[in-house]
């Protein structure tokens, strides 16, 4: 099987179809039908053995072997007319086919809460809170209190002073029947540098079991994956991410270029979500290009985890894909795009989730 920007040329073309067909509404834009055109005659091309780009370039697409996910399953958009840059997802610990979805920096510091076709169900407010750039969330679990994180922390030009996490308890909906819109305290907030400097993110996970905050930086090349605790004796008034591992085996974006893509085609290799499985043994990356899977064996540290090659997520063709999580139950990825209408997209494992241990410290 033949593999380009790591995913089955017969997957791409597919996609090439399914996106045209499911995806677009209205006429199709004269620079979106030239950049879905080109690529896919580029894959027909790769099909075929031409080569556009080089061979060390290609060897590395080639080289990652696929994760065990499905082709992706469209369930519908984000109906809400407010998410209009869906810039984190994330399941709900609590209501089976929740999830949360945070808008990109500017808008109010709001959490909206979808059903799995991506049909509004309703807004929690965070109270006292700035929405400065939030990029991500996160969805855990500690002494079996549900938690979200928030990761205010995007920084297209690396010039912030301090950075912000929110923590806040999962809202319980159930007794809010309907469409709901309330508010709330958040729990804890950290503020942050990292510390070699001002840096660009937009993924963030949280690992209970290590007592630490994962956060991987978006416009370094190589990406550069810091950590937080997550717990500390004595809360600081501003405290430092420390740098883990140089995350470099992912396809490099000369590769991924190739995508005919003029916006974001150079960048297709930059981190945009990230998610720890819930057990603890996968982490899941997504990029304007491609997902990774890196698999955790018990014993190993991160650093350990990201010196090993990733194995490739054949994802759906999204233009600005920046959102990414497992499902509560380890067994399927989401996914879903800032570029309106925004789809949602499931991945299912045809393997079943192994290793680990269901977190819940």
Known sequence: MIYILGRPVEQQIHEFRFLRRDTMIGPIKTTTAIALTT??????????????????????????????????????????????????????????????????????????????????????????????????????????????????????????????????????????????????????????????????????????DRNQILLLTKRTAPPVLYALPLRTEKEEPLMVARRLAVVDNMVPSAAASLSGDVRFGKIRSQPTSMDISPNGSEIAILTYGDGYLYRRPAHLGWPAVFRKPPELIGMPALRQAEALCFTANGQSLIVTSEQLPAPLYRLDRYLPLQGGRHRDT
């Open 39 to 208: 690529n896919f005659f580029l894959l027909l091309m790769f099909g075929s053995g031409c080569s556009l780009t080089r061979d060390s370039e290609l060897e590395t697409v080639r080289s990652l072997p696929p994760a065990p996910f499905g082709q992706a399953v469209f369930l519908g958009h984000l109906e809400n007319q407010d998410i209009t840059e869906a810039s984190g997802i994330v399941a709900s610990r609590l209501h089976a086919g929740i999830l949360w979805v945070a808008n990109d920096g500017g808008d109010a510091p709001a959490l909206h809460a979808v059903d799995m076709r991506g049909a509004h169900i309703g807004r929690v407010n965070i109270r006292n809170a700035q929405n400065v750039d939030w990029e991500d969330l996160a969805a855990f679990r500690v002494n079996n209190t549900a938690f979200l994180l928030i990761g205010d922390f995007g920084d297209n030009h690396a010039r912030r002073k301090q950075n912000d996490l929110y923590f806040v308890r999962e809202p319980d909906i159930s007794d809010h029947p309907g469409q709901f819109d309330f508010s709330v305290d958040w729990y804890r907030r950290i503020r942050f540098v990292f510390e070699d400097g001002p840096r660009d993110c937009e993924a963030v996970a949280v690992d209970p």
